[in-house]
């Protein structure tokens, strides 16, 4: 149907007196007769428009089309396109309801920069476990990303075990470093803590540093195939392990 399609007879005349309302409350002119037909046209199919936003929104209550929910257990950086400046929109576009759980809040990312703040947030996860446990959340998937401290590595291990359903997937990041060394700040345990935390995931996307440091191998700067297909061999194994 066309938009402006006016379909009543008596449209002008409600038209009209629609003119003439919003006239009096502006305090212009009202406009012509033949503007009329337009003016009710248009709050006509206003009006029809949300009586089916109201009727799509009734029926979507009665049907099991609810997004799927990730939980994204990040670090938030105040400047750069990383962890959860980036991963909630993209999953929100994606259309999966993005539950972020910020684990630090820095003032850059801690790829190339010097000199960030940090702001540890392992204080506040606990109560933030429980007040979701009395919601009675569930996820489809927990995604792990930058971890601070061993703490927190032991705190995420504690939310698998509350959060993690029999449909829940396990994605974990072990953000830890890149070009064959740790990020700064990064505790020299967290490659055996973070490789714990793999041992535990359904997935798991490592860069090539942080295999290697789980791995307790070198880093190898431009591998090649034979290199790189033992690497991925190996990680297999130690999530299997």
């Avoid at 099991?64 to 990383?82: C, E, M, Q, W, Y």
């Amino acid at each position: 149907m066309p938009p402006f399609r006016v379909l009543v007879p008596s449209m002008p005349r409600v038209g009209a007196a629609m003119q003439q309302n919003e006239a009096e409350k502006s305090g212009k002119k009202a406009g012509s007769p033949n503007s009329a037909f337009f003016y009710a046209a248009v709050y006509g199919r206003i009006a029809v428009l949300k009586k089916e936003q109201t009727r799509t929104n009734k029926r979507n209550l009665t049907m099991s089309n609810a997004p799927k929910t990730v939980l994204a257990i990040h670090d938030l950086p105040g400047f750069g396109r990383a962890a959860l400046s980036v991963i909630v929109p993209v999953l929100s576009c994606l259309g999966v309801q993005a539950v972020a759980l910020p684990t630090a809040v820095l003032s850059t990312h801690t790829g190339g920069f010097t000199g960030m703040t940090f702001r540890d947030l392992t204080q506040d996860l606990p109560a933030i476990f429980q007040h979701w446990k009395t919601l009675d959340l569930a996820f489809d998937a927990i995604y792990t990303g930058y971890l601070g401290s061993a703490e927190q590595v032991a705190l995420v291990e504690q939310l698998f075990d509350a959060f993690r359903g029999e449909q829940t997937k396990i994605i974990v990041d072990p953000v830890m470093g890149d070009h064959g060394k740790l990020y700064p700040g990064m505790s020299e345990k967290m490659p055996q803590l973070m490789k714990r935390l793999c041992q535990r995931a359904d997935v798991i996307v490592p860069n090539q540093t942080e295999a290697a440091l789980m791995l307790g191998r070198p880093y190898l700067e431009t591998p090649d195939q034979a290199e790189v297909d033992d690497l991925m061999q190996a990680l297999r194994e130690m999530t299997q392990a």
